[in-house]
C-alpha cells in the first residue's frame, strides 16, 4: 500500500506523483484539495515518468520513421475513431506474439514495415492510457528497453487536433 502525495491532475483517470513515478487510476475521485490519497495498486501499475510520451513529443515523433508508433486498440475502434499517423495497429493482445514469435518477414508483411528490433524505440498507445501501460510493460519484460507510452492516448491526441 502506497500513500500517494499531490495529485497532478484530474480528468476521466486521476494522475498522481509518487517519489517521481506517475501512476493512472481509472475510478478514483480526487478533488484540487486532496494532499493525499491512500490505494492498494499492484506495482505494475506504477510508470517511470521517462517512460511517458507527452503530445508534443508525439508531434516530433511522428515524422521520425526510426521510432515504430503502435496503436493497441480493436480494429473497430481505429476505424471509428483514427489513428496517430505513422503509428501501426497490434492489439494488446497480439503484442506479445508479434514482438516476440512473429518472424521478420511475417512482421513485415502485416504491418508493411521491419520488425522491430530490442534497442529501437516502441511508443505504444491506446484510447485512454490503460491498454498501452499494458504493451509497455510486455515489450519491456520482452526486452525493449527503449518502448514508452503515449498516456494521453487517443483521447489526448484527438482532442488536440481540432
Same mark, same amino acid.
Given at each position: $500500500?502506497?500513500?500517494? %502525495? ?6 476521466t483517470f486521476t ?13 478514483? !475521485? ?33 515524422? %521520425? ?33 508479434? !514482438?516476440?514469435? $512473429? ?6 508483411? %502485416? ?52
Amino acid at each position: $500500500m502506497f500513500v500517494l %502525495q499531490r495529485a497532478l491532475s484530474y480528468t476521466t483517470f486521476t494522475r498522481l506523483a509518487v517519489k517521481g513515478i506517475l501512476y493512472k487510476h481509472a475510478g478514483c !475521485l480526487i478533488s484540487p484539495e486532496t494532499s493525499s490519497v491512500t490505494l492498494k495498486i499492484p506495482y505494475s501499475k506504477m510508470v517511470d515518468p521517462k517512460r511517458v510520451m507527452s503530445y508534443e513529443d508525439m508531434l516530433k515523433v511522428i515524422h %521520425q520513421p526510426e521510432k515504430v508508433i503502435i496503436d493497441v486498440r480493436n480494429q473497430e475502434e481505429i476505424n471509428s475513431t483514427g489513428k496517430i499517423p505513422s503509428s501501426i495497429n497490434i492489439p494488446l493482445g497480439n503484442v506479445q506474439d508479434a !514482438l516476440e514469435r $512473429m518472424s521478420e518477414e511475417e512482421f513485415k508483411k %502485416q504491418f508493411e514495415r521491419p520488425k522491430p528490433s530490442a534497442s529501437d524505440e516502441l511508443i505504444f498507445y491506446c484510447q485512454s492510457g490503460r491498454r498501452s501501460t499494458e504493451a509497455l510493460d510486455k515489450a519491456l519484460k520482452l526486452g525493449y528497453d527503449k518502448s514508452k507510452t503515449y498516456l494521453g492516448s487517443w483521447n489526448d491526441w484527438s482532442s488536440r487536433q481540432k
